[in-house]
């Protein structure tokens, strides 16, 4: 048995569906052209699948802010949070992070998927039950698979059978940790909160609530859905990320918790990683500042979301059930969903796709990600392309003939 044999069945799949044409794992942007635009197989191509939700990674004061930084403190910190990698930029975004949150604490990591591996695997453990949604992150089942708390998942966006699978632990005496996501990455539905909280009180259990695809995107100051509901203080912790609505890259988890900071020296993927380069926590401080005072941005990113989802459920198109940025197109087959995919990134829409096994429920998606930096041309000239292609693919229905007079 060679090394790699193990995944023969992924190689011979993903050769299969390579000789058809390009992979959307091989997509190489040749030029960022700015937030919506990039050139792609030497074309100009518009970019509606970058998570860039806020247009920020191309902010003027977000770049100004890191270009000054890698000037006045380098490259690369080369070090961890718990050795020389610690400036203070790292512990000032860290204290605007808690204030924005009105929380006490926070903890700046280097990769949002570190933010949920470390804080979720390091606070519960033998004898502790971790209580995740079917639709969770490959990061949230990551930190399963780092701890040994029992984990159990219960059905997407089901209050009901979380507080089945609750009352089954009543007589458990571990901790139990529940884990949602605010805008699920998917399908980019929302995590019907506050029942999920009504449940989580009701069995003395604890709240994590990822809000990678909803910071910036829900809440008066941009926190997210917990904020947006009215419950951040009833929320144990919030994760997110930098790698979206603030265009960087890094994530966080803020806790009113009193013994938080114990996690600074306990939490591995925390402490054996070198924190995050000075440019970086420079633009991520810029950006979180845009967040916070810049709503128009919000309010332009909603308004391309109504009309690019408008358009497409008017058009018969099966949808993710909510308007969010993440506007997924569900279709029947994999082989349909590549082919459509190749050929908006012909008709010049870069849009992300999601194939089984890393969908919810064995979907083919396409997910376009929506960003405040859109232009209605876009999001217009995106529907008319799909419309299009739906019909030629026989994913919609013919458009019905008038009937004559
Ligand atoms: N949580 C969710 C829900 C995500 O979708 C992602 C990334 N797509 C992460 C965490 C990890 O974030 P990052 O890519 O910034 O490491």
């Given amino acids: 048995m060679g090394l790699f044999d193990s995944h023969s069945a992924l190689a011979a799949r993903y050769e299969i569906a390579r000789a058809t044409g390009q992979m959307p794992t091989g997509v190489v942007m040749d030029q960022l052209l700015s937030a919506s635009e990039a050139i792609i197989n030497g074309r100009k191509t518009v970019t509606v699948g970058t998570h860039n939700y806020l247009g920020l990674a191309f902010d003027e004061a977000s770049i100004e802010a890191a270009v000054e930084a890698v000037r006045r403190e380098g490259t690369g910190t080369c070090g961890s949070r718990i ?3 610690s400036f203070s930029d790292h512990v000032a975004l860290e ?3 808690a204030e924005l949150h009105g929380m006490a604490h926070a903890m700046v990591f280097s990769t949002g998927y570190q933010a949920n591996l470390g804080i979720i695997s390091t606070l519960v453990g033998a004898g502790d039950f ?3 949604d079917a639709d969770s992150h490959a990061s949230i089942y990551d930190a399963c698979k780092q701890t040994q708390a029992s984990a159990i998942r219960f059905k ?4 009901a059978d979380l507080d089945k699978r609750l009352r089954r632990l009543a007589d458990e005496p571990g901790n139990k940790l529940i884990v949602v996501e605010g805008i699920y990455s998917m399908l980019g539905d929302m995590a019907p909160l506050k029942a999920i909280v009504e449940v989580a009180k009701r069995h003395g259990a604890y709240i994590l609530v990822d809000e990678a695809h909803s910071m910036g995107v829900l809440g008066d100051n941009g926190c997210g859905l917990a904020e947006r509901e009215g419950l951040l203080d009833q ?3 919030v994760v997110g990320t930098f790698s ?6 890094g994530g966080y988890c803020v806790s009113n ?10 939490c591995r993927p925390y402490m054996f990683t070198a924190s995050l380069p000075p440019a970086t926590v420079a633009s991520v401080r810029a950006s979180l500042k845009a ?3 810049r709503p128009h941005l919000r309010a332009k990113l909603w308004a391309n979301v109504s009309r690019l989802y408008g358009a497409l459920e008017a058009a018969g198109f099966q949808l993710g059930s909510t308007p969010s940025p993440i506007v997924a197109v569900c279709l029947e087959s994999d082989a349909t969903t590549l082919a459509m995919w190749r050929a908006l990134l012909e008709a010049g829409y870069y849009v992300n796709i999601g194939l089984p096994p890393a969908t919810p429920s064995g979907e083919s998606l396409l997910r376009c990600a929506i960003s405040a930096a859109h232009t209605e041309a876009q999001m217009d000239g995106l529907a008319e392309a799909l419309i299009r292609l739906g019909h030629e693919f026989g994913v919609l229905a013919e458009p019905r003939l008038m009937a004559k007079a």
């Avoid at 997407?156 to 209050?159: L, M, Q, T």
């Avoid at 979206?244 to 890259?249: E, F, M, P, R, T």
């Fill in 83 to 85: 050795a020389n990698g």
């Fill in 95 to 97: 204290r605007e992070l």
């Fill in 130 to 132: 971790l209580l995740l």
């Fill in 156 to 159: 997407h966006n089901d209050a």
């Fill in 235 to 237: 929320v144990d912790f």
């Fill in 244 to 249: 979206k609505s603030l265009g960087a890259v």
């Fill in 257 to 266: 918790h009193e013994q938080f900071d114990i996690l600074r020296v306990a």
């Fill in 291 to 293: 967040v916070k005072e």
